[in-house]
């Protein structure tokens, strides 16, 4: 499985901001900086999460 899967999944589209949050640090030898996600309801934080940690767990963490 790849992260390109993910992003093909049709039940989560996430926009622009939100794959760069799901992808942050991921593939950096130095692990990633600090994560802050500021949103309004109703924006997706949860997907987001979601497919955060699946591209995590895909990764290797």
């Given at each position: 499985m790849s992260l390109?899967?993910?992003r093909s999944a049709p039940a989560a589209e996430l926009n622009p901001e939100q794959m760069l949050a799901v992808e942050?640090?991921?593939g950096e030898a130095a692990g990633p900086g600090p994560?802050?996600?500021?949103?309004?309801?109703?924006?997706?934080?949860?997907?987001m999460l979601a497919h955060r940690v699946a591209a995590l767990i895909l990764a290797g963490a």
């Open positions: 390109a899967l993910i942050h640090g991921i994560l802050l996600v500021i949103a309004g309801a109703g924006s997706g934080k949860t997907a």
